[in-house]
């Protein structure tokens, strides 16, 4: 029978922290009181973090182990493990122990109040201010703006989702952050819960402020997918036609001064603009019919992986 919970963690050189890990989850699960699995993606390690994995998998047959040939990021991490979770509700955590996986119960609790999306919220968080937390609460007012979905901590990895929730979404780039927004044009209910945040025990973090240029940068991806995915000539022809009536009206003006009050126009700059608003116009709109064609192609062709798997250890 399919397990009630899977446990999806992305790990990426956390050796030292395996044997802890398994060690907490184990603790915390046996308190939940349901069946689970744990589903870690090893990103293309370098250190002995998959030989690790393996003894625990050799011991514990609700450790599945997938390796990727190499480090393709965070959100392949998790792709790759929603797309091999059985479980009913799938969790998502880090491999590095900041997560405490004794806040699990809190999240299935709120989530057995009939929510889609439980997202921890680190209330108390352990890191710098103006290199993490600064920056961090920026993005989260942002995102929750630009998507509509109003949560406090973005960047918590420890959230639950319905199966039926990750299975549907399509993940590229690093959009795993963003999941909540991405999930909410299926009308998804969500909710926050506090949760402990706790110093990194082991290693060193994999991010830093240049981060949060990259999370600007995907927030508009995220915007456009929300808002003009199926209908990008919305947004492309909007500008065209507007840039295109702008170099008309400036044109009819150039006309007017030309024909009635007999004035020379060659040499005037207004002239250059109203040709160039013109051709951008006409540009902007080709755009937009490009983009749809494209979005189609997007929509009814078969999904490519993003992610490679070198090998896979499972039941």
């Known amino acids: 029978m399919d397990p009630k919970l899977s446990i999806v963690i992305p790990l990426y050189n956390e050796a030292d922290s395996v044997e802890a890990l398994y060690a907490e989850l184990t603790a915390a699960l046996a308190d939940a009181g349901c069946s689970y699995e744990v589903i870690v993606v090893d990103d293309g390690s370098r250190d002995d973090s998959f030989a690790r994995l393996k003894a625990v998998y050799e011991r ?54 009939g929510y889609d999306i439980v997202s921890g919220w680190r209330v108390n968080r352990k890191e710098p201010f103006l290199s993490r937390r600064l920056p961090s609460m920026i993005a989260n007012w942002l995102i929750s703006g630009v998507s509509g979905v109003m949560l406090h901590d973005y960047g918590c990895s420890l959230k639950a989702y319905r199966s039926e929730v990750v299975k549907s979404i399509h993940l590229y780039g690093e959009l795993h952050r963003f999941i909540p927004a991405l999930a909410s044009w299926m009308g998804v209910s969500v909710a926050e819960v506090p949760v402990n945040d706790r110093a990194r025990q082991f290693g060193a973090s994999k991010y830093g402020i240049s981060r949060t240029f990259r999370v600007l940068l995907d927030l508009i991806t995220v915007r456009f997918m929300l808002g003009y995915a199926t209908r990008p000539i919305h947004v492309f022809g909007s500008l065209g036609l507007a840039s295109g009536a702008l170099g008309l009206l400036v044109g009819l003006y150039l006309t007017f001064v030309k024909l009635v009050l007999g004035e020379s126009i060659g040499s005037r700059p207004l002239l250059l603009l109203a040709v160039l608003l013109v051709l951008l116009g006409v540009q902007m709109v080709s755009m937009g019919l490009l983009a749809e064609m494209v979005m189609r192609v997007y929509h009814e062709a078969q999904q490519k992986p993003i992610y490679v798997i070198r090998e896979q250890l499972d039941d």
């Open 60 to 113: 514990d047959g609700r450790w599945r182990i997938i390796r990727f040939r190499r480090n393709f990021g965070q959100t392949a991490g998790f792709a790759a493990g929603f797309a091999a979770a059985r479980g009913e509700i799938v969790i998502t955590s880090d491999a590095d122990l900041q997560n405490d996986p004794r806040d699990i119960p809190k999240l299935l609790a709120k989530m057995a109040e």
